[in-house]
Every structure is written in structure tokens, then in C-alpha cells.
């Protein structure tokens, strides 16, 4: 895994022209309740129909794909990245650091993948995430990047944690994410108190998100914000862990299932805080949804008009004759 600063096609649109491709969310003239999972504050066909509504003109993209290519790691902590080699052959792991080299025996596994975590205990050196599936030991572990170089097993070295792919926030906060139907979040000073061999699958999920880590933001003020998306067929749901967790809906809008399963989510920042843009696609078009993370209940852009009430559907008229009753 390794986070790049790229941007999808709508954010990239949003920037250039200062104006995000949306309309006011009204749900036919449905206000959108004000509790989670919470509905889009605009919507748009944004192709082939290219609706567009004004965003913040100052809005600025402050969020980066979380992609599945391997994330650098610096397990010796002198600056500059360690090479890391699973060898095609028995799928063992070699790291070259600045200070030697570090063998580590996967037990004869038919599968290994290894990642850079970040510095998870505040030592300087970054741990290693690894995943093996197949032979005498299939797990996931964190390596801690204090192992010293030389030939060890990976089960001697690292401490065993929960199924699925391990995952740094690079933010210095005291998370780790473990990534597999779901993304689960737990305190990495706890999974490093278990230590070198050490066992820290008990240790509490203290957030959980459905669907894989997609995105993550830096907003400025605290930890990094994650984000995931799912689609269950009839709407896209995405989940943006923060201090808290926070649900949204693409519904009561029109749903486009995106051709990659998940759409693009994005982050913006600008004139009334975060905005969180979601752009599903497909051969035959493209829809958008945006939320206010400060309003979600309100209007998306400050000093707008709020939603506007609910209102009855208009009456159809009857083909029929009328008739006196009385």
C-alpha cells in the first residue's frame, strides 16, 4: 500500500474551474433527516448531462488515494527507504537497510506481501507489515523496525495481529488499520506492547468501517481522516473515520453503480470546512454526490437557503367524467 497525491477526474474538474459539477440536493422535495447515515447535500449528472453548481472557490484538495502498490518503509531510521525483495522462489523476505540486511524465513508460504507501516512506537524506524498465506505460519504480522539485520523467521520476529492487510496512517496518531472485508482500526501502542513474537490478535477493534480504506485526508487538526466506500446495489455508502465515525448516503438520490465497484471519494477544504465528493462511473455515465462534514444536516454551502421541506407529491388528474353525489 502507499498513499499518492493524485485526484479524480471531478476533484481535478472542481479545481480547475472553481465550480463542482452538482446541484442542490431536493430528493423530489424530500429534506434529507438529519441522522446518519446521512444524505447528500448536492447531486449531480455530472455525464453526459454536465449539471454544475458553484463550490467554495477556495476549495483545495486535501485528500490522497490510498492505492494497493507496496508503501516504502525506513526500518533503520537513517532517512532513506529500505529495499524490499520477496524472493519469487520460497516467497521469503529479504530487507536491505542502511545497516545490513534482514532475512526473514515465511515458512514456506505460497503467498507473502510486504508493506511500510510508518514509526508506530515513536523509536525513528518504521515498522514492516507482512501477509502470508500458506504454509507453517499464514497470518498477518508487524515487524517492528527495531529487529536486528541478520536471518530470522517471520513469526520469531513479528507479532502476530488479526487477519488481513495491515495498513499505516502516516499521521503519527496511535492507529493501525487492518484491512480486509472491512477496515478495522486498533491502537498500535497496544499491538507493539505485545512484542517480537508476540500475539496481539485480542486486541480491541476500537473502529470499525465497512469496505476497504480508500482515501485519506489531512484536515489540519488532528489525526488523519480514513475513508471507505461500499455500493449494496441500490445506493454507495461512505464511511469517514475520524475523531468519530460518520456515515453517508448517496440515497434518496438517483444510484449509477460504478463500473470498479466503488466509486472515487475525494476531499475538499475551502470556504465552510471539509467537503466529501463521491463520483460513481460507468460506460454510459456519471453521477456525484457531495456532503458538508460541518452541516451535514444543513445547507451545503454556508449562508445558503437550507433544504426545503417535504412536500406532497402533485395531484394527477382523473379521466373521468364528473358526476353530482348529492
Do not use: H, K
Not at 223 to 236: F, H, K, N, Q
Amino acid at each position: 500500500m502507499t498513499v499518492r497525491r493524485t485526484t479524480s477526474l471531478l476533484a481535478s474538474a472542481a479545481l480547475c474551474a472553481g465550480a463542482l459539477a452538482l446541484v442542490p440536493s431536493t430528493a423530489g422535495g424530500q429534506a434529507p433527516t438529519c441522522e446518519q447515515p446521512y444524505s447528500p447535500g448536492g447531486f449531480a449528472r455530472t455525464y453526459p448531462q454536465a449539471e454544475s453548481v458553484p463550490a467554495p472557490a477556495d476549495a483545495t484538495l486535501v485528500s490522497e488515494p490510498i492505492d494497493s502498490s507496496q508503501a516504502p518503509v525506513d526500518m533503520d531510521g537513517d532517512g532513506t527507504d529500505d529495499t524490499q525483495l520477496v524472493d519469487p522462489f520460497t516467497l521469503d523476505v529479504r530487507i536491505t537497510r542502511g545497516d545490513g540486511v534482514l532475512d526473514l524465513d515465511a515458512g514456506g508460504a505460497d503467498f507473502t506481501a510486504t508493506d511500510g507501516l510508518g514509526d508506530l512506537d515513536g523509536d525513528g524506524r518504521d515498522e514492516l507489515g507482512i501477509q502470508i498465506d500458506g504454509g507453517s505460519d499464514p497470518g498477518s504480522y508487524v515487524v517492528p523496525g527495531s529487529t536486528p539485520v541478520g536471518a530470522t523467521t517471520v513469526v520469531a520476529a513479528g507479532i502476530r495481529i488479526a487477519d488481513g492487510e495491515p495498513l499505516g496512517t502516516f499521521d503519527g496518531s496511535d492507529r493501525l488499520l487492518i484491512v480486509g472485508t472491512d477496515t478495522d482500526v486498533v491502537a498500535a501502542s497496544a499491538v507493539m506492547d505485545a512484542g517480537p513474537g508476540g500475539d496481539a490478535r485480542g486486541v480491541p477493534v476500537t473502529a470499525t468501517a465497512p469496505g476497504r480504506a480508500v482515501t485519506r485526508a489531512d484536515l489540519g487538526a488532528g489525526p488523519a481522516v480514513i475513508l471507505t466506500v461500499v455500493e449494496d446495489g441500490t445506493r454507495s455508502l461512505v464511511t469517514v473515520l475520524g475523531a468519530d465515525v460518520v456515515t453517508l448516503t448517496t440515497a434518496p438520490e438517483p444510484f449509477l453503480a460504478s463500473s470498479s465497484g466503488a466509486g472515487a471519494v475525494d476531499v475538499l477544504s475551502g470556504t465552510g470546512g471539509a467537503y466529501v465528493v463521491l463520483s460513481n462511473s460507468q460506460r454510459s455515465g456519471a453521477y456525484a454526490y457531495i456532503w458538508s462534514l460541518e452541516r451535514p444536516c444543513g445547507p451545503l454551502l454556508p449562508g445558503a437557503a437550507p433544504p426545503p421541506p417535504a412536500t406532497a407529491p402533485p395531484a394527477q388528474p382523473v379521466d373521468a367524467e364528473a358526476a353530482f353525489t348529492g
